[in-house]
């Protein structure tokens, strides 16, 4: 293994490590799996595409965010919030419906056409790091996501609406009983979840190819790092995130056709060693 | 007029009635203890006053004012609390944390108060999960009485505690009613422990009132003795 294969590791890891935050914060909150979560990336990533291609790369950095939060109050107004208390499954097969209708949107806009998007000026070229050339750009992904993670436990631990969030997601009903909005809270939550997945696709839109079907085999992974982490735990989906990452990264190089099956062996072995998951409550 | 009283309430699930024709009455600063075996109803009971449970009929009141519809939301904002039977809400936070947390968003002016008459300045800086079960029911009756609420509903407060925890956290509910001045309804296991914190009682059998009365009276109730206590008693 060299440096360059554990960078590659570790960019992969930081996407997984924002996606999947994101996911596990509104799985804390509504108490549903949003298996809309990779739409949402996907969505992120061919904005970003759009907007790059117009505007600049830049302005899409900071306007896919915008956009997709604002599908994220839609997500929670006209979904979440109005279908709180019908079961967990029902809300599931909804996030799964609309993940289809977002793919077949994607195709209808742009097309089956596997596509691409040019790294910003300033980041194409290489950067010497300890001792290879490394692509400029994955160090831009890797520097923004482990910042973005950095605030966002910073958030979670420092400010009032952290702890109300981490009140909530361990007990919505009492949370709400004792004077916590939790509507306004889940609100933040969801677009914020949303603009974090619009952020990964945009970072991954010059790392990966954009085609219809990204969305959805990247949050397989996504899913199986969040119940690696401990379902609901934020910090536990970061670990497992830059974890798998690494290790998917690692073993493609060793031995890409086990590779493929790494993501799945790591999710049995862990919910056989600890079946709440890294970081997870005990299962009651 | 009482502060917090209910009439007439009924609780079905299908054909079965949990709860029949019940009423009560709490007066601030006394503590008013409900008894019963199990499947009397008393859990159903503190469910359909705290708002969790519609009723199926019948009438709470607040102030006189109708609360019936009312959500346990409302409930707690307008000074009817009631205590979790969990332990530990949030568990993953330190009890200073989400103590301050509860405080804030309900106006508690003194929690020192609540928090040193209940022993808890020690742990305060404890992650709620590991402290030891009998002080984490203390944490729950503290986050019950955050806020200066003017009813408070306990439901089994000493369930799962040993014998001389169980008479502290008795004692705890005495003063801090007393002190506080607040109505507080007891739904409690532990008979010995009513009689001896309890002002008034109130006996459940079979989803209807027994009997109520001061802690004599009850005891020495007929009824009351065959359905519940036994003739050792």
Known sequence: MNAAQLLNGIALGSLLMVLSS?????????????????????????????????????????????????????????FFRPLQHRSHIELGLITFGLALIAERLVVLIWGEKTLSVDPPPGLTGTTSVLGVDYPTYR?????????????????????????????????????????????????????????????????AAPYVSLDPNMGNSFLI????????????????????????GIIQTVSTVWSPSVAVVVPYVALVVVLLWRPQGLAGKRVS | ??????????????????????????????????????????????????????????VVRLDGDDITRRSVRWRRAHGVSRSFQRTSVFGSMTVRTQLEMIARRNDEPDLDEIVSTLGLDEVQDQVCSEIAYGTQRSVDLAIALIGRPRVVLLDEPCAGLVADESVRMLE???????????????????????FRTCDVITVLDLGSVLATGA???????????????????
């Not at chain 1, 199986?224 to 497992?240: E, K, L, N, R």
């Open chain 1, 22 to 78: 994101g996911l596990a914060m509104i799985y804390g909150l509504r108490g549903v799996t949003n298996f809309a979560h990779g739409a949402l990336y996907m969505s992120g990533a061919y904005l970003a595409y759009t907007l790059s291609d117009r505007l600049s790369f830049w302005a899409a950095l900071v306007l896919v965010p915008v956009i997709l939060a604002v599908i994220g109050v839609v997500l929670e107004m006209v």
């Open chain 1, 139 to 203: 160090l831009g992904i890797i520097v923004v996501a482990l910042a973005l993670a950095a605030i966002l436990v910073m958030w979670l631990r420092y400010t009032r609406t952290g702890l109300y969030v981490r009140a909530a997601s361990q007990d919505i009903e009492t949370a709400g009983i004792m004077g916590i909005d939790v509507n306004r809270v889940s609100l933040i939550v969801v677009s914020f979840g949303a603009a974090l997945a619009g952020l990964a696709g945009t970072l």
């Open chain 1, 221 to 244: 992974i996504v899913l199986i790092v969040v119940v690696i982490g401990g379902i609901g735990s934020i910090g536990g989906a970061m670990v497992a995130g830059m974890g798998l």
């Open chain 2, 1 to 58: 007029m009482s502060i917090f009283s209910a009439s007439g309430l009924t609780v079905r699930y299908g054909a079965l009635a949990a709860l029949t024709d019940v009423a009560i009455e709490l007066e601030p600063g006394v503590v008013h203890g409900v008894i019963g075996p199990n499947g009397a109803g008393k859990s159903t009971f503190i469910d359909a006053l705290s708002g969790r449970r519609r009723p199926s009929s019948g």
């Open chain 2, 172 to 194: 705890h509910v005495r003063t801090l009613c007393t002190e506080r001045d607040v109505a507080a309804l007891l739904v409690e296991h532990d008979v010995e422990g009513v």
């Open chain 2, 215 to 233: 802690p004599a009276e009850v005891r020495a109730n007929p009824d009351v003795v065959r359905a519940y206590l036994g003739s050792a008693a």
